[in-house]
């Protein structure tokens, strides 16, 4: 069981900023990472829509042998989590945007939360919020159309910078210092954030976290892979490899990248 992959999955290309973390983290794992980018973005979808391309795309892992799931996509968890949790027997590890390191730092009292509509509106997110209404103030964004450009590789274009000036527009007149980015497809903007963002707003981003979480469940279950010898690294798409591929220029290892119609 050990020598099985890890899966992965997302509405798309984004969730390979999870990715990283994990294959930095647990360089000796096998990993299958889905980019359910024909269907993306989830974000606008209904909670049932999201509910059952997670089944989808689960049960796709699940047939390829997987030994523990990661949801690498804020939607897809705070929408389906607790669903595939109670459908399915493997660990599954999720990620929400991270409110609570940045309600501990915050010197303002006032945080922004960049995410996806059907991320916004989940009942996950609500309760996570509402948990921290007493101590701060949240000023929540949805970035409709960020995804779209980022499946489409424009990450520097005008637009992709237009967009975001408008979202954060309303957080800096909020006194805002610190922006969570609740997508995963959002660390790919950080570059341009940083341009657009003053120097005293920290952005957060808690793909480190996942990945250490994933190393404490797979302890925890016995189920690390114990080789010494790197893992391989397979990638499937169903739309387009050049995409997926150019997020991925950065990895070395054996990676395989292909498309799959799922
Ligand atoms: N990466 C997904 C997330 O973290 C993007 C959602 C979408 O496809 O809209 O929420």
């Keep these: 069981m050990n020598a099985q992959p890890i899966g992965v999955f997302d509405s798309g290309v984004g969730g390979t900023s999870i990715w990283k973390e994990i294959h930095a983290l647990l360089p000796h ?23 059952a391309l997670s089944i989808k795309n689960t049960e796709l892992l699940l047939a390829r042998g997987c030994k523990l799931i990661v949801v690498a996509c804020n939607t897809a968890t705070t929408n389906a989590i607790a669903y595939l949790r109670e459908k399915y027997d493997v660990p599954f590890i999720g990620i929400e945007p991270a409110i609570k390191p940045a309600a501990l730092n915050s010197g303002t009292g ?43 590789g424009k990450i520097n274009s005008n637009e992709t910078r237009q967009l975001l000036t408008h979202y954060i527009e309303p957080m800096l007149k909020a006194n805002m210092d610190h922006i969570v980015l609740g997508c995963t497809h959002y660390p790919y903007l950080i570059p341009v954030l940083r341009e657009l963002l003053p120097p005293h707003v920290n952005i957060i981003d808690c793909g480190a976290a996942v990945a250490k979480q994933t190393l404490a469940v797979l302890k925890k279950n ?10 391989l690294l397979r990638f499937y798409t169903n739309k387009d490899t050049k995409i997926l591929t150019s997020f991925l220029e950065d990895i070395d290892g054996l990676k395989q990248i292909e498309y799959l119609n799922f």
């Design 222 to 231: 016995n189920l690390q892979n114990t080789a010494k010898t790197s893992g």
């Design 110 to 152: 006032t945080v922004g939360v960049l995410a996806t509509k059907g991320t916004l509106s989940s009942s996950l997110f609500l309760k996570t919020s509402k948990d921290h209404a007493g101590e701060i103030t949240i000023v929540e964004q949805d970035g409709f159309g960020l995804v779209p450009l980022i499946e489409a």
């Design 29 to 51: 794992e096998h990993t299958i990472y889905l980019a359910d980018s024909k269907n993306a973005p989830y974000g606008q979808k209904s909670s049932e829509e999201i509910i």
